[in-house]
């Protein structure tokens, strides 16, 4: 049984009352009926899953005093109004004060479940929203790695193992996936005492690499006037983190191995090997394997560090995840420009999760970084934001959206989305079909 209704129906006319009331349960929903205001909203809560549907002009309390009462409560609820043709004028000016849409009545029974489906969707994004900014945990591996989805749980929860065992680990992902995030998380929940050491072999010249890791004594080459602590001894007792590691020269490749084997350096120029206690993360967005038959990798070095393997899924398979996401980079980038955080209305959060994101979470920080400086265009409403979609596109799109992330929010069990969808299994099965969503998880039965 359903904690409380899809709809509040208000009307003093019994006999309207009734016939809208069998209208719309007729459509699955479920209706509270009531004669007046007072009665209706006696226990609405601000996080009410609910729309209301009432009356203007009744005896007690019209739709003004119903609006007021309603926006105390919490002024995102929608209320849609059903007026005689004498009272538009009153509807239309109660809607200016807050309420969502109105009727004329008699209201057309395709019209009254039309306009009541689009608000209880609307209702649902504007909860989802809400929801997304609160339900990051204050202290812990989804601080670091943020997401509801069922690929980001079962990524939690792997390297959670992972961390335990401080083995060292190979992170597979696209550009823009996390990857040095990653790594860093495994080294802050590892226990590891020393740093967490970062070396991008993409990005220092081949002919610097070595001494970069390993280190030089003084007179090692020309310029070594100096002896120098390479990033692998600076790691003692901590973590090095490899980026790009399918850069790194050959030579380089050679040594690194006997570093992962013994656990032992020798910095450049010196015959004194040097113990080193490290755990070694390396990142790539190539396959290891596939480059060592070509030649441009050691295949002895790939097979060595694909021991512990972790591959990102790219944002486009973390359905749900992107407005968790976006409502994160965006608190941070406010908080970097000294501003307040711009609202996130519910057609942009729709506009969000049907974006491709081929740059994966860098590009969404990106568009968040542009949202706070006012550099993102913005849709400017549901109805505006499809660019000249018809009516049933843009429902069709609001509907994927609240599908994707209800099925996140259950880690992708079917049932449980479909009991708080408040619709049967079979019916969200067809849907998933229509939109062409997978649920991506185990344990379907839930």
Known sequence: MRPEADIILIDDDASVLEACCQVLELEDFTVSPHGSVVAALAGLRADSDTVIVSDVRMPDHDGFDLVAAVRKVDPDIPIVLMSGHGDIPMALRAMREGAWDFLEKPADPVHLIETVRRARDHRRLLLENRRLRLSVDKDGWETRLIGHSA??????????????????????GD??????????ALHDFSGRKGRFVAVNCGAIPETMLESELFGHEAGAFTGAREKRIGKIEYADGGTLFLDEIESMPIAAQVRLLRVLQERVIERLGSNVELPVNICVVA????????????GEFR??????LDIAR????????RKGDVGLLFQ????????RQGRTAPPVGVDLLADLNARPWPGN????????????????????????TAGGETLEAQMDRLERTIIINSLARHEGRVGATADALGISRKTLYLKMRKFDIDARADGDEG
């Open 151 to 172: 690929p980001m749980v079962a990524l939690r929860e792997k390297l959670q193992r992972i961390a335990a065992a401080s083995a060292d680990v190979l992170i597979i």
């Open 175 to 184: 550009t823009g996936t996390g990857k040095e995030v990653t790594a860093r």
């Open 283 to 294: 990142a790539t967005k190539a396959d290891l394997h596939d480059a060592a038959r070509r």
């Open 299 to 304: 295949e002895d070095l790939a097979y060595r």
């Open 310 to 317: 972790v591959e990102l899924p790219p944002l486009a398979r």
């Open 328 to 335: 994160h980079f965006l608190s941070l980038a406010a908080k």
């Open 361 to 384: 979470v860098r590009e969404l920080r990106n568009v968040a970084e542009r949202f706070v400086l006012g550099l993102e265009e913005r849709p400017d409403s549901e109805a505006t």
